[in-house]
């Protein structure tokens, strides 16, 4: 059996749960190097749009699984009206847009490593610091694809950071983007010391109701990554968010136990 969560696993769960709730619209996004698709959804009938993206790198696909817990909360409570920390399940559905990326790396995932099949880091590829990563990638010791780390020869050089990125465009703007990783239960903000109006007093409220830690990656981590580029481009706060703790990849068996962790944040991360 395996423990880890699959690409097959996700569609099949996403087309369960559109079949039980119909107000879900899929879509997708693009197709990987080997040719899968990229689903994409969208719930909600607001105008304030909001992006939760899942899985850059192969060996977190635990974060595909716990968007597909959220989303799969998030409906029963827009079918029920039972209210969630206080919040009415109506008031998110009327005033909220939500889109989901919930996998942006199957082929990563089923390689069993981080890179994408091209051997790119996906979230060293986006056009955020791509030349200063350079030179920490020599430092590195890391000249061509790799399991991990790599940028790629150019930004968006992958089918998978190019259909993101197409999507972004065509939708943005977002008023918060969420990217979620593993592990450190950390949150990041910004780019490069720069933090967009309300990024920090977001970040803030994010860590409070998940006990998580606000702070910055390492040097190396810094650059190129999806976050990076949204707050470059846009001027619009965006986080990554790394769930849980241990080694990568996480097993499944902790997925209920982030999720716990996380749900208080998940909920507020809609009206914050
Ligand atoms: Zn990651």
Known sequence: MNIYYSHETLLSELTELAKKHPEIKMTTVGHSVMGKPLP????????????YVGTHHGLESITSALLMKFLSELCGHFKSRNMIYGID??????????????????????????????????????????????KIEKELG??????????GEAPESEPETQAICAFIRALAPFKYMFTFHTQGEEI??????????????????????????????EEAASYGGLKDW???????????????????????????????????????????
């Open 40 to 51: 994409a959804l969208k719930i909600g009938e607001g105008n304030v749009k909001l992006l």
């Open 89 to 134: 399940p109506r008031y998110i559905y009327e005033t909220r847009c939500i889109y989901m990326i919930p996998m942006l790396n199957p082929d990563g995932v089923e390689l069993g490593r981080q890179a994408n099949a091209n051997g790119v880091d996906l979230n060293h590829n986006y056009d955020a610091g791509f030349e200063e990563y350079k």
């Open 142 to 151: 890391i000249t061509g694809p790799a399991p991990t780390r790599y940028s």
């Open 188 to 217: 990041y903000s910004g780019y490069n010391g720069y933090e967009p109006k309300n990024s920090i007093r977001v970040a803030k409220a994010l860590a409070r109701y998940s006990g998580y830690i606000h702070t910055q990656p």
């Open 230 to 272: 949204y707050v470059k481009e846009f001027d619009l706060p965006a986080y990554t968010i790394e769930c849980g703790k241990g080694e990568n990849p996480l097993p499944i068996s902790e997925l209920s136990g982030i999720y716990i962790g996380l749900r208080k944040m998940l909920f507020h991360s809609l009206i914050l």
